[in-house]
């Protein structure tokens, strides 16, 4: 499976970012047909059914994978081996590498977080630990500070959307080739899914792009095709079935999707399943968050927005301790508000019936 990383720009203040790579895609392929597929995988089930109805419809087509450095061990490996079990196409990674991003931000720590009134060893900790790591999701937390969230969702953008434009969608475009860009959106999923169209003229350019170089990408003919929209679950897992290819395995475990693990947006019972079947994936955050504290000039960072749980008000000091993974850990097993422990939650998590006073 071929990679591309590719430079972040850190927020559209930057040159757009360059190729990390002397292998670029063959953007001269399948000429002199003018237009070029693009199939997003992910790894989730809706992906694997689009890449499979990409493979029957028998024209060609590039299948990308966008590595954020947050998935499952078991995403990684169905990805890896999705090609040659359904045979189609190689899946192409491109990666975002925030090198120089963290560069300047090491630099900026050390000139002006001392003059903002940071004691010197916090500032001496935070440009240590500014540093890459090459997991993409990390670096670009260390770069911004604090973790994603509803308001800030920069993560898709920066993760996702920036390193395919770069490394896939803007080489074929500048090619003067238009770009068909297929995505695995059902209508069933969610109301805003629902009013989304099967076929647009799209902006495929990343929202953190400089705004004129955002509104130039306007020129390129580029749209979004997304052929499974009106399709149901079983018409997804039927596609599965007809290539006797098996879903990722994560959704026999119980998982509802597979996408960043966990994701910043997981609910309550997700929260709770994964720290259940993967409790590393909560070791693993719970480590980023210290990370993430020690290069935040607040000097904590937590996962999930600490202002959103039920247990915070207003003025309240954040810590890691009150309201990082392993406190929303906990919050997943109660039920009322996070007052009480939720019986069925125990006994999902194997407790026995003694230990829940059902035995006498």
Same mark, same amino acid.
């Given at each position: 499976m071929r990679e591309i990383i590719v430079d972040s720009f850190a927020g559209g203040k930057h040159p757009a970012p360059q190729f990390r790579t002397a292998r670029r895609v063959p953007t001269g392929r @399948?000429?002199?047909?003018?237009?070029?597929?693009?199939?997003?995988?992910?790894?989730?089930? =809706?992906?694997?059914? #689009?890449y499979l109805l990409a493979i029957e419809r028998g024209m060609p087509f590039t299948a990308v994978f966008a590595d954020t450095g947050h998935e499952h061990p078991a995403t990684y490996e169905y990805i890896a081996q999705l090609a040659e079990r359904a045979g189609g196409p190689p899946i192409l990674t491109v990666k975002a590498d925030f090198t120089e991003a963290m560069a300047r931000k090491r630099a900026f720590i050390l000139a002006k977080w001392p003059a903002a009134g940071v004691p010197i060893d916090r500032v001496e900790r935070a440009a240590a630990l500014m540093r890459p790591t090459g997991i993409? %999701? #990390? =670096?670009?937390?260390?770069?911004?500070?604090? %973790?994603?969230?509803?308001?800030?969702?920069?993560?898709?953008?920066?993760?996702? /959307?920036?390193?395919?434009?770069?490394?896939?969608?803007?080489?074929? #475009?500048?090619?003067?080739?238009? #770009?068909?860009?297929?995505?695995?959106?059902?209508? +069933? +999923?969610?109301?805003?899914? !629902?009013?989304?169209? !099967?076929?647009?003229?799209? @902006?495929?350019?990343? %929202?953190?792009?400089?705004? !004129?170089? !955002? &509104?130039?990408?306007w020129a390129f003919r580029a749209y979004t095709y997304r052929p499974i929209h009106s399709w149901l679950l079983a018409d997804v897992f039927a596609m599965h079935d007809r290539h006797g290819i098996a879903p990722n395995p994560l959704y026999a475990r119980g998982a509802e999707r597979v996408g960043c693990w966990p994701c910043i947006f997981a609910k309550k019972d997700e929260i709770r399943l994964i720290a259940q079947i =993967?409790?590393?994936? /909560? =070791?693993?955050? +719970? &480590?980023? &968050?210290?990370?993430?504290?020690?290069v935040s000039k607040r000097g904590a960072a937590t996962f999930f927005c600490a202002t959103d749980d039920p247990l915070y008000h207003d003025g309240g000091t954040v810590t890691a301790e009150q309201f990082g993974i392993r406190a929303r850990v906990e919050w997943s097993k109660t039920t009322r508000g996070g007052v009480q422990y939720d019986l069925m939650a125990r006994f999902e998590a194997g407790a026995s019936c003694l230990e829940v006073g059902q035995c006498e």
């Open positions: @399948n000429h002199p047909q003018p237009w070029e597929h693009v199939v997003s995988v992910s790894g989730g089930k =809706d992906s694997t059914a #689009l993409p %999701f #990390l =670096d670009l937390v260390m770069v911004k500070g604090r %973790f994603p969230g509803a308001k800030s969702r920069f993560c898709t953008d920066e993760l996702k /959307i920036a390193p395919m434009w770069f490394g896939v969608q803007k080489p074929v #475009l500048e090619a003067g080739r238009s #770009l068909i860009s297929w995505q695995g959106v059902r209508a +069933e +999923e969610s109301l805003v899914r !629902r009013q989304m169209l !099967r076929w647009q003229r799209v @902006n495929l350019a990343p %929202f953190s792009l400089p705004k !004129r170089e !955002r &509104e130039a990408a =993967d409790p590393s994936a /909560i =070791d693993r955050v +719970e &480590e980023w &968050e210290s990370i993430a504290g020690g």
